[in-house]
């Protein structure tokens, strides 16, 4: 066995792993947590919007 076939072999193992990433990532499995971290972006208003809040309560006290 010389280095082209050690080299062959990695690269199988680098692809397999890559299309296993792809796979679990799309999977049904993870449908619910990848559209919670689509909505993180627009979730972040409703934490300014509280933060404003208790800013105005603060200073009325």
Do not use: C
Not at 7 to 36: C, D, P, Q, T
């Amino acid at each position: 066995m010389d280095i082209n076939e050690l080299r062959g072999i990695h690269s199988l193992l680098v692809m397999a792993a890559f299309f296993g990433i792809i796979w679990w990532a799309y999977s049904a499995h993870r449908k619910k947590a990848n559209e919670e971290a689509a909505h993180l972006p627009f979730d972040d208003d409703d934490v300014d919007k509280r933060t404003l809040e208790q800013e105005k309560t603060e200073k009325k006290q």
